[in-house]
């Protein structure tokens, strides 16, 4: 049973989501964010409840299957060593390889593994990952809740020959330099399927060829409910040159490992092949195609928190 502080914490998390849709709806994806961005207070208060949320009341309940903030972070740590360390990465090299040459492609790959593995862990609040010595973690949020975490917005972010940190702000972050990206209950957060798309598009440019893109989605209904939206998102970042390596659904989550192609068109001909007339280029949730979602859906967010 959670207690009232549970309770509270996770109504404020889930009025926030809430809200970022519902003035989506009125001013449009893009200026919602803008304005999200920049509440400070908002931000502030919903790092701070987030990271009590989930040091406090998410890891008693670790040993759960249900618990989201454990089992994705342990379901993404087994995924990377087996992928990198375990080097399962080899078995997809060489698909790459073979699609290359019907392709007429010229590849160039170098050894994956590296000790440690960079890790770019995107909306991450209080930096789970630091615990794991497989990983060099940069954690980056919009509103850090504390100083192992850097404060960067993944949509505007400079994309360049380096990363730039100053004043605990990532003003630009290395093109091609993260073995490792983590969107973990990160997408749904964003209010349109174009904002999604545009955060996958920059971790692509982030990841070195051959590095692993994990999004963990929530969503508590069978696996078959939601499927369809699922194949969109697959199809979608196939588009952007990405190859689904894992796929698993838990009892309240998605959890997809994708894999950087080491060409575009690789996972582009994938995309070609098995496309049908119902997918289509976008990464949509639920919530997209629910007017007052806010109020419709206020039982079920509230319940997710809670576990």
Request: glycine share 2%; charged share 25%; hydrophobic share 40%.
């Amino acid at each position: 049973m959670a207690s009232e502080k549970h309770k509270e914490l996770a109504q404020y998390i889930k009025e926030v989501h809430a809200n970022l849709r519902k003035n989506a709806a009125k001013l449009g994806p893009n200026n919602a964010w803008m304005l999200h961005t920049k509440n400070e207070e908002v931000l502030l208060t919903y790092a701070k409840y987030m990271q009590e949320l989930a040091t406090t009341y998410w890891e008693k309940n670790s040993a759960n299957e249900s618990c989201l903030a454990s089992s994705r972070i342990e379901w993404s740590v087994k995924l990377c060593t087996n992928y990198f360390a375990n080097k399962e990465y080899i078995k997809y090299r060489e698909r790459d390889i073979a699609i290359s040459k019907k392709l007429n492609l010229t590849l160039n790959f170098v050894d994956l593994f590296q000790d440690p593995l960079m890790l770019l862990d995107v909306g991450s609040c209080y930096n789970p990952f630091r615990a794991y010595k497989l990983f060099h973690v940069l954690a980056v949020d919009l509103c850090p809740a504390n100083d192992y975490v850097k404060k960067c917005d993944i949509l505007e972010v400079n994309i360049g020959n380096e990363t730039i940190i100053h004043d605990n702000t990532v003003m630009q972050l290395k093109k091609e330099s993260f073995n490792i990206i983590t969107f973990c209950f990160l997408l749904e957060y964003l209010p349109s399927s174009e904002l999604r798309i545009k955060a996958c598009e920059n971790a692509y440019k982030l990841l070195i060829p051959e590095g692993v893109l994990i999004i963990n989605t929530p969503d508590s209904k069978h696996v078959g409910a939601n499927c369809k939206l699922m194949k969109c998102w697959q199809y979608t970042l196939a588009c952007l040159g990405f190859t689904r390596i894992k796929y698993e659904k838990l009892t309240h989550m998605h959890c997809m490992g994708f894999r950087k192609a080491l060409h575009k068109d690789v996972a582009f001909r994938w995309a070609t092949i098995h496309r049908k007339a119902d997918t289509d280029f976008a990464m949509k949730i639920p919530q997209d195609f629910i007017k007052r979602e806010h109020k419709i859906w206020q039982s079920k967010d509230l319940k997710l928190l809670l576990l």
